[in-house]
């Protein structure tokens, strides 16, 4: 069984930092793609950040240039630092990622953790 586990979210100034974990567990050969996404209040769940298995990443413009995805490949988890945070950022987010584990390649959600942007 595979586990996908969020942490590091919380309460932040706007303008401030923070970085969120998603560590893989269980039975797992490999991650392919490992993505990050969030659903606001009243809005549709939307892809912040994916990294593709050898570190290609991809942006929603509206995180380009503040936030940035990487991934630890001996440590099956992936990373979503968060730089000058807006208001707007405040969401539960979401950690999603491609997993073969035995024979079985599948997709994985994480539990969610909230990040509240707010002075």
């Known amino acids: 069984q595979v586990q996908l586990v969020e942490s590091g979210g919380g309460l932040v100034q706007p303008g401030g930092s923070l970085t969120l974990s998603c560590a893989a567990a269980?039975?797992?050969?490999?991650?392919?793609?490992m993505g990050w996404y969030r659903r606001a209040p009243g809005r549709e769940r939307e892809l912040v950040a994916s990294?593709?298995?050898?570190?290609?990443?991809k942006y929603a413009d509206s995180v380009k240039g503040r936030f940035t995805i990487s991934r630890d490949n001996a440590k099956n988890t992936g990373y979503l630092q968060m730089n000058s945070v807006k208001p707007e950022d405040t969401a539960v987010y979401y950690c999603?990622?491609?997993?073969?584990?035995?024979?079985?390649?599948?997709?994985?959600w994480g539990q969610g953790t909230q990040v509240t942007v707010s002075s």
């Open positions: 990294i593709t298995r050898v570190g290609s990443p």
């Open positions: 269980g039975n797992i050969v490999s991650i392919n793609n």
């Open positions: 999603n990622a491609d997993i073969l584990s035995g024979d079985y390649l599948r997709n994985y």
